[in-house]
């Protein structure tokens, strides 16, 4: 079951920002939102062992792959 969604209104300017910080075209705007409110708040969650690549913000690099826990 897909949690429940809402529309909200932004500006044509603000939709086109948004279309910047997609890290691939058909990245949703609920992940890029999320990405850029967990950067701002500092909330950012690695994989067990994993260590951010240091870029020139020191933050999450969509040109890195990250390794995901094991399942156990």
Known sequence: ???AAT???V???L???LDRCKVHPREPYNDVIARILDEREGEMV???GT????GPSG???PAVCYR?????
Request: aromatic share 8%; net charge positive; charged share 35%.
């Open 1 to 3: 079951m897909k949690p």
């Open 7 to 9: 529309t909200i209104k």
């Open 11 to 13: 500006t044509r300017e």
């Open 15 to 17: 939709k086109d920002r």
């Open 46 to 48: 690695y994989a067990a």
């Open 51 to 54: 260590v951010p690549a240091s």
């Open 59 to 61: 933050g999450f690099n």
């Open 68 to 72: 995901l826990p094991d399942e156990k």
